[in-house]
């Protein structure tokens, strides 16, 4: 019984920034990685931002230098700072987290909030 809340998207101008948060309650007891990602109408899901169990992070190549993923473990909560936002950046984003118990792997998902960057 993971669940997944996502809060923080909006509507923005371009050039604006938001502030996407995930947190996660119940039964995780290893986290391997938290992740977002993010579909467009008529586009494939896309991984944008990545942050491992030990702080590695990764991005995709289209928001590097102006996203940033952190995290707080205490809160169980990943986030992602979005900066100097454009159009292209409209989607609905996803938070996902890869975590285990015993020899089991789970990924679970957020329900999904919607970023919209439009003048």
């Known amino acids: 019984q993971v669940r997944l809340v996502e809060s923080g998207g909006g509507l923005v101008q371009p050039g604006g920034s938001l502030r996407l948060s995930c947190a996660a309650s119940g039964s995780i007891f290893r986290i391997h990685a938290m992740n977002w990602y993010r579909q467009a109408p008529g586009k494939q899901r896309e991984l944008v931002a990545r942050?491992?169990?030990?702080?590695?992070?990764n991005y995709a190549d289209s928001v590097k230098g102006r996203f940033t993923i952190s995290r707080d473990n205490a809160k169980l909560t990943v986030y992602l700072q979005m900066d100097s936002l454009k159009p292209e950046d409209t989607a609905v984003y996803y938070c996902?987290?890869?975590?285990?118990?015993?020899?089991?792997?789970?990924?679970?998902w957020g329900q999904g909030t919607q970023v919209t960057v439009s003048s």
């Open positions: 942050i491992t169990s030990g702080g590695t992070t």
């Open positions: 996902k987290v890869d975590h285990s118990e015993g020899f089991n792997v789970f990924a679970s």
